[in-house]
């Protein structure tokens, strides 16, 4: 069973970097049938996409947010990984990674369960 | 503010039919099929429960069944049961390459 897992630092200071990990087990990410990706979901609002990796490092961005955002995969360690910039209290948020089905980034069918990252001096 | 419209909150008892809508525009719902509904149990992981717009998963019950019509896509789920009771979210591909999301919708089983 394919389980995907979040983690990283739960609080980041304003101005500074936010990096998270998403491990995968059960499953490769070096698969060249699945891309993967982040979501995230900012306390009392709905799900919000960030962008998407393939294992060859090709990546897709949510446009408003593109500028703040990078994705990267380690296939040697089975995992891919998020950092975002310049955060502010508005990036205070549950991030989740998934897996997306199929071979296309339209839906995704696996999901780690979340880690809550705040961010506050 | 999130990209497609949801309900808030909807309600229903046991044994009857709910339907939850999702609202977009001509550049997302209304242009795409490429329509999905998570179901999401705070806390857990969330579940794929319909994929191009009226698609199931294995292993999804067949109470659950997806629309669409013009720029809305809906959730129609029957027979209600208590297990349902959960957050559900439309997600939706929009033009120029981006995944939006509604602003979900709490379920409750009376």
């Known amino acids: 069973q394919l389980q995907l897992q979040e983690s990283g630092p739960g609080l980041v200071k304003p101005s500074e970097t936010l990096s998270l990990t998403c491990t995968v087990s059960?499953?490769?990410?070096?698969?060249?049938?699945?891309?993967w990706g982040w979501v995230r979901q900012s306390p009392g609002e709905g799900l919000e996409w960030i962008g998407t990796i393939y294992y060859s490092g090709s990546t897709y961005y949510n446009p408003s947010l593109k500028s703040r955002v990078t994705i990267s995969v380690d296939t040697s360690k089975n995992r891919f990984s998020l950092r975002f910039d310049s955060v502010t209290a508005a990036d205070t948020a549950v991030y989740l990674c998934?897996?997306?089905?199929?071979?296309?980034?339209?839906?995704?069918?696996?999901w780690g369960q979340g880690t809550l990252v705040t961010v506050s001096s | 503010q999130s990209a497609l419209t949801q309900p808030a909150s909807v309600s229903g008892s046991p044994g009857q039919s709910i339907t939850i809508s999702c609202t977009g525009t001509?550049?997302?719902?209304?242009?795409?099929?490429?329509v999905s509904w998570y179901q999401h149990h705070p806390g857990k992981a969330p579940k794929l429960m319909i994929y191009?717009?009226?698609e199931r998963p294995s292993g999804v019950s067949n109470r659950l069944s997806g629309s669409k019509s013009g720029n809305t896509a809906s959730l129609t789920i029957s027979g209600l049961q208590a297990e349902d009771e959960a957050d559900y979210y439309c997600c939706s591909y929009a033009r120029g390459g981006n995944l939006v999301f509604g602003g979900g919708t709490k379920l409750t089983v009376l």
């Open positions: 191009e717009a009226n």
């Open positions: 059960g499953g490769s990410v070096s698969s060249g049938a699945y891309y």
């Open positions: 001509a550049s997302d719902v209304g242009t795409y099929n490429f």
């Open positions: 998934a897996r997306h089905r199929g071979g296309t980034i339209y839906y995704f069918d696996y």
